[in-house]
Every structure is written in structure tokens, then in C-alpha cells.
């Protein structure tokens, strides 16, 4: 992949992070806030922009978003996590719904 | 007195078709709602197609902190709280997205919804009347539900450190079918319908 491909990909992600982002939080503004970890402003912010200013925001070099799981530690129990799938729900949305919401 | 708002009493109605879906005993409609139990009887009836299992609510803490139930009690339990700090609703409303949210991921995983509704609003009382509290787990620093008052410096998680037979038994599975049909009804001696005595 050359490098002005990985770029537009960048973009795409970002772009189509934003605008479900966006559709999310029209359609139920809290439930939406704990998927995306948005406080209230940010989230407000997001639901009332245009496509274009979204599209805007989506083209840069970096991810507008990062992880939620917020230590290595957290990271490793997540991927560690060798029990039978069937039984257990994922460690990673367990650590994950307690986030801290981004501000 | 005043008439009951029409609107007021629809949204009751709404609510409690709502919890009847999801599973919700009468015990839980009967609280939560100001309809007649006569009422809620009857609408229960008409959603379910059957008349609502009587005997009493599983009443013990002990479940909840057995090693299956503890990790699906402390996933909901965490999405009931944090949707709470985000959602400006009544309570109900959140607690019914929560669960709404936890069957997803349940859903997601393959694995059964090993906490019912019923179980899900009585671990919420539990919290409310102080019961329970929340430990760190010191590996993975995920929160986990456990007895109010337990020294929890050194707690480790049920998934960062599993009992060594956990989920392997027969037993196990059988009572996973069995939670398929009536999630509030598992293994449970808190759970055991007692003869009433006249």
C-alpha cells in the first residue's frame, strides 16, 4: 500500500466513525454517549454538525478517535482472555463500559 | 382527586409491556409502575400469552457473586451506571437501556443472557440499599460486583483468574439451558418455589 492510499484510509475511517457518530447520537443521544464514551458537549457538538464540516474533520494525517481501553494492562487482559466464548461475555466490554467519557 | 392523565397512564402501560418483554416478573411491574395489579395481570396475559409464574423474587445476594453470574451482573451492573451519569431520564428508562445493552453484547458473544431482568432490577436494589459494592480487579482493573464492606485491596477478577472448573461442568450446561427459557429460574436455592403452608 503506497502512501497516499494509507492516508485516504485514515480519512475513511475517521469519516465514517463521525458520521455513525452522528447517527447514533440522533437516535438516542445516551445510549449513544456511553458506545462512544462523548461527554455531553462533545456529543452535542457532533450531532449538530454538517456532513461537510464532518468530512472536513475526517481528513487529516491522525484518527480523531482512540482506544477506550485506557492501560496496557487493560489491553492484555483483554487479549489474554482464553476462556470459552461461549460462557463469558467479552473482558473487553466489561473494562470498557466503565470509561471514562472523553471531554 | 383528579383524573389520571391519559398520556401519564399510557407511558405506564407502554413501561410495563416493555419490562413483559424483556422478562420482568409481576413483582417488578407492580413496583414500578402505578398500574393496578389487576391490570398488569391482565396485561401480562395478553403479551406473554401465559400467566405470570407466581412465588417469590430469588432473594439472595449469594448468587450474584458466583463466578458466571458475578461477570454477566458486573457487565450490566457497569452499563447501568455509566448510562446513568450520561442519560438525564428516569430511572427506569436507563435501567431498561442497560439491559437492552447487556443482552447485545451477550448476543455478540454467543453466550446466554445469564442475568434475567427480574435479577437485574433486584441487583440494582441491592446497590441502592448499600449491599453491594464495586471492587477493582488489581490485574485488569476492570470493576467487578462484590459484598459492601469486603477488604478488596487485593481482589482479582473471576476472568483474569477462573476457578479452575469454572464453566466446564455438565451441570453447567444444563443450567445454561435452562437460564435460555426462564433466565431468573437457574440453579438457585434462593430461587426454590416453597409449598405455601395455609
Not at chain 1, 445516551?30 to 454538525?49: G, H
Not at chain 2, 407492580?30 to 391490570?39: D, N
Not at chain 2, 461477570?71 to 451506571?81: P, W
Not at chain 2, 437460564?179 to 405455601?196: I, L, Q, W, Y
Request: hydrophobic share 40%; net charge positive.
Amino acid at each position: 500500500m503506497n502512501h497516499e492510499e494509507l492516508l485516504e484510509e485514515i480519512e475513511e475511517t475517521n469519516r465514517a466513525y463521525l458520521m455513525l457518530a452522528r447517527r447514533l447520537l440522533r437516535e438516542n443521544h445516551a445510549v449513544a454517549q456511553f458506545r462512544l464514551k462523548l461527554d455531553d458537549e462533545l456529543a452535542d457538538i457532533i450531532k449538530s454538525s454538517s456532513t461537510r464540516e464532518l468530512s472536513r474533520l475526517a481528513r487529516t494525517n491522525q484518527f480523531v478517535f482512540r482506544p477506550c481501553l485506557e492501560s496496557a494492562a487493560q489491553l492484555g487482559s483483554a487479549l489474554a482472555d482464553k476462556r470459552d466464548p461461549i460462557q463469558v461475555p467479552t473482558h473487553a466490554s466489561l473494562m470498557m463500559a466503565d470509561a471514562t467519557p472523553a471531554s | 382527586m383528579s383524573e389520571k392523565s391519559l398520556v401519564t397512564e399510557m407511558q405506564q402501560v407502554q413501561l410495563a409491556i416493555e419490562l413483559i418483554e424483556l422478562g420482568a416478573r409481576l413483582q417488578v411491574l407492580v413496583s414500578e409502575t402505578e398500574l393496578s395489579r389487576g391490570r398488569l395481570l391482565r396485561l401480562y396475559k395478553e403479551v406473554r400469552g401465559v400467566s405470570p409464574s407466581k412465588g417469590m423474587l430469588p432473594y439472595s445476594t449469594d448468587w450474584f457473586l458466583t463466578w458466571l453470574p458475578n461477570i454477566h451482573a458486573s457487565l450490566f451492573y457497569n452499563i447501568y451506571r455509566k448510562l446513568g451519569e450520561y442519560a438525564h431520564g428516569a430511572r427506569m428508562d436507563v435501567f431498561i437501556h442497560a439491559y437492552r445493552l447487556y443482552i447485545e453484547q451477550t448476543m455478540l458473544d454467543g453466550s446466554e443472557p445469564t442475568l434475567g431482568l427480574t435479577r437485574a432490577w433486584i441487583l440494582v436494589r441491592f446497590f441502592d440499599n448499600g449491599l453491594f459494592d464495586r471492587a477493582r480487579c488489581t490485574q485488569c482493573s476492570g470493576r467487578y460486583i462484590v459484598h459492601a464492606h469486603t477488604p478488596t485491596r487485593h481482589y482479582v477478577c473471576g476472568i483474569c483468574h477462573p476457578p479452575s472448573r469454572a464453566g466446564k461442568t455438565g451441570k453447567r450446561r444444563k443450567t445454561a439451558r435452562v437460564t435460555m427459557n426462564d433466565p431468573d429460574a437457574s440453579a438457585d436455592p434462593g430461587n426454590v418455589r416453597k409449598p405455601r403452608v395455609a
